[in-house]
């Protein structure tokens, strides 16, 4: 059974252009999440998809996009790349659960490494 | 502004040893406490968690303690061992932000041999 995977691992990019991630969650999840890591710092919500709609949101404008397709995978786009958006891109899946157990289920991917120069 | 705040971001300690790895939070409305462990050129990977409600949670060699007076919260790994060796996440939620949650910076532990 795979895990998250996200593709891909590496990735670099000039200012002003755009950039597409793609995740697939843990087989028998149907949410995702999406996080960034800068480095030296902890991962930041961006967002969380379910039911192929963004539920929630971080403090990240709106250059930072987010799809979910029926198979529960999800991509993240980011417009007009800008050099402080060079960070680890995480993903992670997890299983609609009421309450908050479902933290202790969200499964990781290893990332995407973006390097905006 | 740094609501989860892990202070040290790096340990040292010898195999056998006990590692303790602190958190201080600001925000008194956080009601439930992670803690992620996070290996190089891999996603971070769920440890243990603390509700509010209590002051411990013990799993294996790890445990976690929580002084909600204080706002801190500890890790403790007993006995450490070098696949230990990572960086440890310390995490919180509350139900004011939709359950967002709110990371600290991490800190690199180190056991050795």
């Known amino acids: 059974d795979a895990g998250v995977t996200q593709s891909p691992t590496h990735l670099i990019k000039t200012r002003g252009q755009q950039v597409t991630l793609r995740c697939s969650p843990k087989s028998g999840h149907d949410t995702v999440s999406w996080y960034q890591q800068a480095l030296g710092q902890g991962p930041q919500f961006i967002f969380q998809?379910?039911?192929?709609?963004?539920?929630q949101r971080g403090n990240f404008p709106d250059r930072f996009s987010g799809h979910q397709f029926p198979n529960y995978s999800s991509e993240l786009n980011v417009n007009a790349l800008l050099l402080g958006d060079s960070a680890l891109y995480l993903c992670a899946s997890s299983l609609e659960l009421a309450g908050r157990s479902s933290y202790n289920e969200q499964f990781f991917g290893p990332g995407t490494r973006l390097t905006v120069l | 502004d740094q609501q989860v705040k892990q202070n040290s971001p790096s340990l040292s300690v010898q195999e056998g040893r006990i590692s303790i790895l602190n958190c201080d939070y600001t925000n008194s409305m956080f009601d439930y406490f992670l803690w992620y462990k996070k290996y190089p050129a891999e996603g971070p990977t769920f440890l243990i968690s603390i509700s509010s409600i209590k002051d411990k949670n013990e799993d294996g060699r790890f445990t976690v303690f929580l002084n909600k007076s204080a706002k801190h919260l500890s890790l403790h790994i007993v006995p450490s061992q070098p696949g230990d060796s990572a960086v440890y996440f310390c995490?919180?939620?509350?139900?004011?932000?939709?359950?967002?949650?709110?990371w600290g910076l991490g800190t690199s532990l180190a056991v050795n041999p």
């Open positions: 998809y379910y039911e192929e709609e963004e539920r």
């Open positions: 995490a919180a939620v509350w139900a004011g932000n939709n359950r967002k949650l709110i």
